[in-house]
């Protein structure tokens, strides 16, 4: 029998693969350059830092206090028996752990809001950079990556950007206080528990070179896993269709196997990095406890100034120890922060201007289009409000991708789509009609030559006007989680309920609606997998017509349908198309002929066709 699963496929995708891991280099960081690349998100938040490190240093005062009213007891209390001498040292005793618990607390609600903010922060811009991204520059990045980063590395900045930092100053500042109330107690002893204690340093550094690296892998790695099994479970059906289960399995446990390597490493490295901070540890207690005892017996100390001595080291070892891991986990956490600023540091698509004043200028100079008493339909025909067709002129336009190989998609392309034409592009596959919709929609200006709607610039329209202006229905329309009747409203959030009935109307779309469990209320759940594919580009349809926007364009969307259905949704297209500028990107001779002329791409120039009777 012959095996269907043929591992040098799966060869062939592990070079891929390591072509991937090869390829993926985000910008490498310091702990410092992390910070500081970081910064931004902290603005204004820096002195509630401050204030909350401030908190845990006097908390750290309080605990200085107790230790040392300890030692005064045990010379004045235990050590004599006069019982008298305990209350009033006791009673300090209550109040300073009172006041300690209390500053403790404020410090950690305070830091932990702070660090929330500076989060939230974060996520929101790190979002919106995303969706900005030039479409070629998106294209960089696995979804389930993207998910990854926007997810774990996010979590893990926040030892870089809040937390960590915190703690580190707090561990510092409580080590040096500690250290001092050590050298005020007896600083013979504290000398000798000194010695040991740059090692402490030497280790972490050590150590947080290896766990950084780990980490590297495991983000990657995380990122990598994300995108297998989103792509997997997106395809299960054809996956399970082609007989390729085994195969998709083990991609995914592949990459799960490159993880748990990657993990092991960072456990080994700080298990082997929490003993040996204990073992140095350790021989500097030991150290202190031979030396103090000779001290003792030689009368040169007293067994409270020890008890002293041995509490404060008790607090400050851990602090170093805390230095150590905090080293080693913002070591890690760079991995993370290379991994975020990968995609902050990407160019986003086309920006509006910076300079309000030209915007506001540019949405003026646009508005009288909106009031073009042209308009050759009749007013029966439009929706209240809406607003008039627009005409696109494309003249002389090139264009090149920015990661072609410098051959232009489009080249010397012109011609005026006049307000209510209805018009079909076409042209061979890969011809560049999409390229052309991009263009409309800004999401790349052209290389050379301009593209004017309503006679003015696009490139001089704030995006947001501009894309208010036109309609997109694409080939496989966008459901949202939510009711039927939000996603007809997905681009017009204000409209009322009738107004959706009468655009499901418009696109004839009740009746299906009609048979849904809760009619228009009917929750449509993982992108509206339960609709046909007519059924969910007539809540296109009706979505387009509630925009009532100047320009519709739609990118095939009879694509996958049959007769019977692309007749369905051809109708109310075409009542649609009555109202507005259309432009229809199709390869079907059929569906062309519902327009009024044809358009086709050809070797980047745009060649109008006859008109249909
Ligand atoms: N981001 C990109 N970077 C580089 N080249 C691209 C990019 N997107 C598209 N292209 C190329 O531009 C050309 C036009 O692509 P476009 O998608 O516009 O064609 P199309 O006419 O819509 O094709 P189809 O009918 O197959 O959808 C193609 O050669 C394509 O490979």
Known sequence: MVRVTDDRDLELDEDADQRGIVEERPPRLNVLSA????APVMHGQWWKLVLTVLLYFLQVGTSVVTVALFAHITDTVLVTGDLSALWVPLGIWVAVTLIGSALSYTAAILGGTVTERILLRLRDRLYAHTQRLAPHTRRRFETGDL???????VDEIEYLVSSGVVQAAVAIGSAVI???AAFVTSWQLALVAFVLAPLLWVVSQRFGEVVKRAARRERASNGRITSRIQEGITHAISIQADNQADKDRRRVLREARIWRAARISEIRADAAFSETVAVVEMLCVMAVIVVGAWQISEGMATIGTLIA???YLGYMYPQIQELGA??????????SAERVAEILDAPVGVCDPDDAEEAEKVALATDYVLRDETTPIPARDMRPGQSAPA??????????????DGRPVLDHASVTIEPCDFVALLGDSGAGKSTLMWLLLRFYDPTSGVIRLDGVDTTSIPLRDLRDRMALLPQRLAIFHGSVADNIRYGSPAASDDEVVAAAT???????IADLPEGFDTILRDGGANLSGGQRQRIGLARAYLRSTPLLILDEPTTGLDASTTARVLTPLVRLARTRTTLLITHD?????VADYTLTVSHGRLVRGASSA
């Open 35 to 38: 910070i500081r690349r970081f």
């Open 147 to 153: 998910i990854a980063r926007h997810s774990g590395d």
């Open 178 to 180: 500690y250290a001092i």
């Open 309 to 311: 001595l041995t509490g």
């Open 326 to 335: 905090l080293a080693v986990q913002v070591t890690s956490a760079t991995a």
């Open 391 to 404: 005409r696109v002129e494309f003249d002389d336009v090139g264009f090149t991708y920015p990661d072609a």
């Open 506 to 512: 418009a696109a004839d779309a009740t009746g299906f």
């Open 589 to 593: 001779p059929e569906v062309a002929a």
